[in-house]
């Protein structure tokens, strides 16, 4: 995992990283590249195109489809001076070794491209920030959205005095409420005077954010006032700022838009994903049309809906449970909204169960109690909306991928106090959640699989979380899937290989002993040898073995799906028997040529351990078939252990005193040898007969015998038993599913 920077925490996340449902992602340098570049620039005059990618400021701006007047030139400057004041990052230029000039960003992305956006209208934001000092500032915080900076200006010519003036960059529609005026247009003059504005028109800015929002863009609004000499900015705060929306104060400059491009890699991740059942939601800060695009790009918009923060904390947490599955996208989220998502989701019905409801409360959203008012804007306040979880083009999750029929008893009594425990008990979502902040912890903590950002992520949510991405990917969350699901096949693999083979050895002392056979097949030795040896060799072959082809084209594992399940059982009674007939088989034919009980032992012994050898190459793919060149690749264990298991039969056969040991002291002869080998091939190949037909034709004979004995077993001996989604009901506060 490692291997793939995926740095695993808590090791048990392997597990459930097979039962994984949903993927709950960051934005930012999770979905996309983190690799901003500002891309237009909108003002109250006009609409400033900008060239060139990445945080070398090699590109310039436009107007229309020609290049700057000096005039515009300057009043651009002018323009563009809060984004570098109001700024904590930097931009630092190298030389590579090849003597070439590198810029290397130090600091949040989106502040340094707004640096390399400045530096590219001719601004040197060193010089800048040593004339115009900062003497207060607000940081920015999630929760706001904004940052503000109060800075001393130079003394005017005509006055002799000194102004301050205070800087804020932010969300657009958490700054638009505080802003009372507009620059009245681009001119140089209009910029450089404090009163050259006009009223703000807040229809025009928000049109133009929703045009820059609807391309993926991420909008910022750069805004500044004047702060009167008798006001004391030393105390200065977020919650001082956001109190002055009863009056506001701030002058809008311009709307900046920034590229932040998807991650070619996350794009095919996420069609593996939605390829193996998984849905993806998009948590984002973003402005919703922003995200919206952004999800179009990636493949997880699904059916166009998105839920913004404010909407979230207007619902009651039922409301929340029948709608996070249904929407892929949040914006404006906070922290607090994330915590709330995860949740919802792990105690949401699955599809089947979702879609029951929606047969039976098809009716506007409006009318469903409080707090649904506030929805009317939303897509998700249509009437008739169907609560499904889309999966980007394949087929719903259903309820048979949870798999389990009904059990007929009564509900548990008592309450699990391990909820997650609880959870996969009962068959619902199994979530992962991404986050890189101090506040996104409880969220982190909260997901059954909390997965933290290596790159950007603080300390204090990689130690909430129990895996790390050291490169801050999306691709790797789906890569960490596809091992845990690797982790989960193996696990069965051996099973499915070691207990018919230590079932057979019993078995065949056990049929002697039936068959009232003068001579056992098998010594006390040779059976612990196969324990010891033969086990250990072919297991650690399985153990390595590679991801299936179909590994990702399954649907996940139902939570708390047993390991020993119905094809483990039906391949040890059907594997078992098989190698104890070509055991005792082997023994007789021997005993019909009248061969020394030394010779019969040997040949019994080595039709056994061939026959595991058979066993083993067929059960690297549990229903797949090995007759396929991919059984030649991808585990090169598997040739080591064949041949060193092997070796180590002849080495056991022929050596004096080695071989009288295991009471074979005369060795074999060549057609023993040659039954041996035809053993090996005949429990291959019926075994791989035995996978094509045991879907088909064999578990749906086999299938209601186990489950007669199941049902007729008395509760004290029984295995617990995941529930099968059939229906839901809503009940006081809660979303609760029932049989009935």
Request: net charge positive.
């Amino acid at each position: 995992m490692a291997k793939q920077n995926a740095i695993v925490r808590q090791l048990p996340c392997m597990e459930t990283l097979g039962s994984l449902t949903v993927i709950c992602s960051d934005k930012t340098g999770t979905l996309t590249k983190n690799e901003m570049t500002v891309v237009a620039m909108r003002t109250a005059g006009a609409l400033y195109k900008v060239t060139g990618v990445g945080y070398e400021p090699s590109g310039k701006f436009t107007l229309g489809d020609g290049d700057l007047s000096p005039e515009q030139q300057s009043s651009l400057k002018a323009l563009l001076q809060g984004v570098v004041l109001c700024n904590d990052s930097q931009l630092n230029k190298d030389k590579s070794p090849s003597g070439q000039d590198v810029y290397i960003p130090n600091g949040a992305p989106t502040e340094v491209a707004l640096l390399t956006a400045a530096m590219k209208a001719g601004i040197n934001p060193s010089t800048l920030k040593q004339s115009t000092p900062r003497i207060a500032a607000v940081p920015f915080e999630s929760e706001h959205k904004f940052m503000a900076t109060v800075h001393q200006i130079s003394p005017v010519a005509d006055t002799g005095s000194s102004r301050r003036v205070i800087y804020v960059k932010g969300a657009p529609d958490r700054l638009l409420p505080l802003c009372k005026r507009q620059l009245a247009d681009d001119a140089v003059a209009t910029v450089n005077q404090m009163d050259g504005t006009a009223p703000l028109q807040p229809n025009f800015w928000q049109t133009a954010q929703e045009q820059l929002s609807s391309q993926g863009l991420r909008v910022l609004a750069i805004c500044r006032a004047e702060v009167p000499d008798r006001e004391d900015v030393s105390q200065l705060t977020a919650t001082g700022v956001i109190a002055r929306k009863s009056e506001p104060f701030l002058t809008l400059l311009a709307l900046l838009a920034i590229l932040d491009p998807p991650r070619e890699e996350a794009i095919e991740a996420v069609k593996v994903a939605h390829k193996a059942g998984i849905v993806v939601k998009m948590i984002t800060g973003d402005h919703p049309l922003t995200g919206l695009a952004i999800g179009k790009m990636l493949g997880i918009a699904g059916n166009g809906s998105m839920v913004t923060g404010p909407e979230l904390d207007a619902m009651s947490d039922e409301q929340l449970r029948l709608i996070a599955p249904a929407c892929n996208v949040f914006a404006r989220a906070s922290p607090e909204n994330k915590l709330r998502i995860v949740r919802a989701l792990q105690s949401a019905p699955p599809a089947a169960a979702v879609q029951a409801v929606n047969v039976r409360l098809r009716k506007p959203a409006g009318n469903s109690g409080a707090g649904t008012s506030s929805l009317a804007a939303s897509s998700l306040a249509q009437p008739s909306t169907d609560v499904t979880i889309d999966l980007g083009g394949t087929d719903d999750l259903s309820s048979s991928s949870y798999g389990g029929s009904q059990i007929g008893k009564a509900d548990r009594k008592g309450r699990d106090e391990d909820d997650t425990r609880r959870r996969k008990d009962k068959g619902v979502n199994v979530v992962a959640m991404t986050g890189d902040g101090v506040n996104d912890a409880p969220a982190l903590k909260a997901a059954d699989i909390g997965v933290a950002m290596g790159i950007t992520g603080t300390d204090v949510s990689k130690e909430a979380a129990k895996m790390v991405l050291a490169d801050d990917n999306f691709a790797t969350i789906v890569a960490a899937v596809r091992e845990g699901r690797r982790v989960w096949d193996n696990l069965r693999k051996i099973l499915l290989f070691n207990l018919p083979v230590n079932f057979a050895q019993g078995g065949s002392i056990f049929w002697a002993f039936v068959f009232q056979m003068h001579d056992m097949p098998l010594t006390a030795m040779q059976v612990l040898y196969v324990n010891l040896v033969t086990a250990v060799t072919m297991g650690i072959m399985l153990a390595a073995e590679p991801p299936e082809p179909s590994v990702m084209d399954r649907p996940p594992r139902r939570p708390g799906k047993r390991l020993l399940g119905k094809l483990i059982l039906w391949r040890c009674v059907f594997v078992t028997h098989l190698l104890v007939i070509l055991v005792l088989g082997s023994f007789a034919w021997g005993a019909s040529e009248g061969l020394s009980l030394a010779r019969r032992r040997a040949e019994a012994f080595n039709v056994l351990v061939f026959g595991e050898i058979g066993y083993a190459l067929t059960t690297r793919f549990i229903k797949a078939s090995t007759f396929h060149p991919r059984a030649l690749r991808g585990n090169r264990w598997c040739y080591v252990s064949i041949i060193l298991t092997a070796a180590l039969q002849v080495f056991l056969t022929y050596t004096p005193g080695v071989n009288a040991f295991l009471h074979m002291g005369e060795g074999m002869s060549g057609i023993q040898w040659a039954r041996a080998l035809v053993s090996m091939v005949i429990v291959y190949v019926v075994v791989e007969i035995e996978k094509k037909l045991v879907d088909p034709v064999l578990m749906p004979v086999v299938r209601p015998i186990l489950q007669f004995i199941e049902d007729h077993t008395p509760e004290c001996l029984s295995m617990p038993k995941p529930r099968k989604w059939t229906n839901c009901r809503k009940g006081a506060g809660a979303v609760k599913y029932t049989q009935d």
